[in-house]
């Protein structure tokens, strides 16, 4: 999908338009460049975990990228991705189905399918043995904004019977692991691997593949996470734990793919004598995510007339447009004293959980995001 022409940047288009509902800005140029830096770096297959942001603008641009294989949760995840591109490699990895979403799955090709106990397995015989079942183990490792394994995955023990189960039923058996989103600590992903070769041996099963998961890091606050430092403490865990005989990596991020190619423009709706800020977006739509990972460093802003305002700021309480109290973010943000109603701040990196968790509440929330040819001002 090529830019739209008109629109230059979020500033031009917020100076032309005077948009007075919150708008996402989309570059498809920064959402290639990120899939290229996975494809180049990561030592396996590069699957996008589409829950992170499922527009269509997003997986066409991906596809067009190179990326061929899907993480997908639900079926309503396989029919988009289904609907841009029907070739795409379908992986099924969300480890809790119904039995009526099995019996949709059978309709889409699907590859690969994750499992953490034993009913789980028992539930994917709809789709028979010709695919890839993958265990998922869980850890009680720290090291990123909040984990995952209270919910999915299953101890190493319960993970070495379940892989001599699924291979003992024909499937082709690998290993898979999450190691919980906003991560940026290699070791997370090192201590997991360890432990995958040990269950591996334990099942005495030769897995085909090692699914790593998603949850790398992305640009929040400070300096951008190194990606690439991941891969390389990937790589090197690999070769220590399983040596010559390495599985086939597979990695699955949301997050670190789809964030940095959105701006995210909100308008303040009123500025209070107490300093107090109301914009036209909040919680409830694309800043649904600063109740759980707070970062307001990336963020500028603008007047109507597309000029920064610079300056001296100072903390500031910041409240969404809805009529709910709990509508507020959780910490002040640095604001410019020479803030005003109808003035626009711009969040930077907002193309994970945002679209995709935005909700109607109040008759507020985000609409289709526009298109430009560059994210900055
Ligand atoms: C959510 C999820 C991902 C993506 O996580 P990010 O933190 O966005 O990279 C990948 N795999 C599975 C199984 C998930 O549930």
């Not at 590069?46 to 066409?60: F, H, M, Q, R, S």
């Not at 082709?172 to 600590?185: E, I, M, N, Y």
């Not at 090692?210 to 690439?228: I, K, M, Q, T, W």
């Not at 959780?330 to 626009?344: N, Q």
């Amino acid at each position: 999908m090529r830019p739209d022409p008109h629109w230059l940047s979020p500033e031009h288009h917020l100076w032309r338009e005077q948009p007075d509902h919150p708008v996402m800005y989309f570059s498809p140029v920064v959402l290639q460049q990120t899939a290229q830096r996975f494809l180049d770096g990561f030592p396996g297959l590069v699957t996008y975990a589409v829950k992170a942001n499922p527009d269509e603008a997003v997986l066409v641009n991906l596809v067009a990228a190179g990326i061929t294989a899907f993480d997908v949760a639900s079926p309503a995840e396989m029919a988009a991705v289904g609907a841009v591109c029907p070739e795409a490699v379908l992986h099924y990895n969300n480890p809790v189905r119904s039995t009526a979403e099995v019996a949709e799955a059978v309709r889409y090709d699907i590859a690969s399918a994750s499992v953490d106990c034993l009913s789980e397995l028992d539930k994917l015989a709809p789709l028979g043995t010709d695919i890839e079942v993958t265990v998922r183990l869980a850890l009680p490792i720290k090291g990123a904004a909040y984990d995952f394994g209270a919910k999915f995955g299953v101890d190493p023990e319960g993970a070495t019977a379940l892989l001599k189960e699924v291979a003992a039923r024909g499937y082709r058996a690998s290993l898979c692991f999450h190691p919980g989103t906003q991560c940026d600590d290699p070791t997370a992903w090192a201590a997991y691997i360890r432990e995958a070769a040990d269950v591996a041996t334990m099942a005495g099963v030769r897995i085909e593949r090692l699914n790593v998961g998603g949850g790398f890091a992305s640009h929040r606050a400070g300096g951008a996470p190194d990606l690439e430092r991941i891969f390389e403490g990937i790589r090197d865990a690999v070769a220590g734990s399983f040596g010559a005989d390495a599985p086939e990596l597979i990695c699955e991020p949301g997050r670190a793919l789809a964030s940095e190619a959105f701006t995210l423009a909100t308008r303040v709706k009123a500025v209070r004598d107490c300093g107090a800020v109301f914009l036209n977006d909040g919680l409830y739509g694309g800043l649904f995510e600063f109740r759980d990972i707070f970062a307001v460093d990336r963020l500028r802003v603008i007047n109507s007339a597309g000029e920064p305002r610079t300056g001296t700021s100072r903390p500031r309480t910041v409240f969404g447009p809805t009529c709910d109290s709990l509508d507020q973010l959780p910490e002040p943000v640095a604001l410019p004293d020479t803030l005003k109603e109808g003035d626009y701040v711009l969040f930077s990196g907002m193309g994970a959980y945002s679209m995709s968790l935005s909700t109607a509440f109040n008759g507020y929330g985000l609409s289709r995001p526009v298109t430009v040819a560059s994210l900055s001002g």
